[in-house]
């Protein structure tokens, strides 16, 4: 049983919601029913925080709960969750701030967003070619 994707899926779903829940509230504060608005880059910040996440985490549960069958619940499986789960908070992070979605600001948050980028690229990265390494030699 693939428990590690399992609780990995929780934690991102969870996430996911309240997101989803903050691009409800600023619809209603800012009286935007559908899309963006009138180029607001606040809006399209937090809509792009939520869709960010919903591109990237459903594709990568998946795959680790793929290799988490065939290797096991093993603690390199464990590192690899726990790392793709650091990378998307770091991006969410980013995108709390104008910095870093539009950099505009503290160019410190625009650092983190690169950080978080970069950590989930590599991570999803190492986790498709784990599993298509144990698959070949399976």
């Given at each position: 049983?693939?428990?590690i994707?399992?609780?990995?899926?929780?934690?991102l779903?969870?996430?996911?919601?309240?997101?989803?829940?903050?691009i409800?509230?600023?619809r209603?504060?800012?009286?935007i029913?559908?899309?963006?608005g009138?180029?607001?880059?606040?809006m399209e910040r937090i809509v792009?925080?939520?869709g960010?996440?919903?591109?990237?985490?459903?594709?990568y549960?998946?795959?680790?709960?793929?290799l988490?069958?065939?290797v096991g619940?093993?603690i390199p499986?464990?590192v690899?969750?726990?790392?793709f789960?650091i990378?998307?908070?770091?991006?969410?992070?980013?995108?709390?701030s104008?910095?870093?979605?539009h950099?505009?600001?503290?160019r410190k948050?625009?650092l983190?967003?690169?950080?978080?980028?970069m950590?989930?690229?590599?991570?999803s990265?190492v986790?498709?070619l784990y599993?298509l390494?144990a698959?070949i030699i399976?």
């Amino acid at each position: 049983m693939p428990i590690i994707a399992a609780v990995t899926a929780s934690i991102l779903l969870i996430v996911q919601q309240l997101l989803m829940l903050g691009i409800g509230i600023q619809r209603r504060r800012k009286r935007i029913g559908v899309g963006i608005g009138d180029n607001d880059i606040d809006m399209e910040r937090i809509v792009r925080r939520h869709g960010n996440l919903a591109e990237n985490g459903p594709i990568y549960v998946i795959t680790l709960a793929l290799l988490e069958l065939v290797v096991g619940s093993t603690i390199p499986v464990a590192v690899l969750a726990c790392l793709f789960l650091i990378a998307r908070a770091l991006h969410i992070i980013a995108f709390s701030s104008l910095g870093g979605s539009h950099a505009k600001g503290n160019r410190k948050f625009l650092l983190v967003r690169m950080s978080g980028v970069m950590l989930t690229a590599i991570v999803s990265f190492v986790t498709a070619l784990y599993l298509l390494i144990a698959v070949i030699i399976a």
